[in-house]
């Protein structure tokens, strides 16, 4: 279930700060390695992009959007359940603001806290340490075998 989050709810809560200058990119990150752990896709709202920086960027299975200045990510989140209509189901959404889960709630996808996903991600960071990524690279040996059965069209010379 891909999850929809409100990026200002969850920055305190990952241990980042709302006022540095990187603080939004820095959550992207997170939640990349959170997606490619879990297997998962996530939009993440932020308001108060500065005049010509509103934006969606994507980063992986993480999409970014950067609301402009004038218009809040809560009011974005609630435009972007409505659009999606009864599709909404298959969505969870992130957020510590009562009127966007409220919003999530009207529209039947799933709402968690801020706080409670935050406890996800740190799930995930502890998974993807005890399992980390297989190493996949091919021995020299391993390249040759490769190699002479490509070359020889499939035909064992051995």
């Known amino acids: 279930m891909p999850y929809i989050i409100d990026g200002h709810n969850l920055i305190p809560r990952v241990g980042l700060r709302l006022n540095a200058v990187d603080d939004e990119m820095a959550l992207v990150e997170i939640l990349r390695e959170f997606c490619r752990v879990k297997k998962k896709r996530v939009e993440v709202y932020f308001d108060g992009a500065p005049p010509g ?21 809560d009011d974005a989140i609630r435009a972007r359940l409505l659009k999606m209509g009864k599709s909404a189901k298959n969505w969870t959404v992130v957020s ?13 996808a799933k709402r968690i806290s801020a706080d409670e996903f935050a406890q996800e991600l740190e799930e995930a960071k502890f998974a993807a340490f005890e399992n980390p990524t297989e ?15 490509f070359s020889s069209n499939g035909k064992k010379t051995k």
Do not use: M
């Open 135 to 149: 190493d996949t690279t091919l021995s020299s040996k391993e390249v040759d075998q490769w190699l002479e059965i």
């Open 96 to 108: 510590s603001d009562r009127e966007v889960l409220n919003s999530a709630r009207s529209a039947n």
């Open 53 to 73: 920086e509103n934006r969606t960027r994507k980063f992986g299975y993480v999409t970014a959007h950067f609301v402009r200045q004038g218009r809040t990510a």
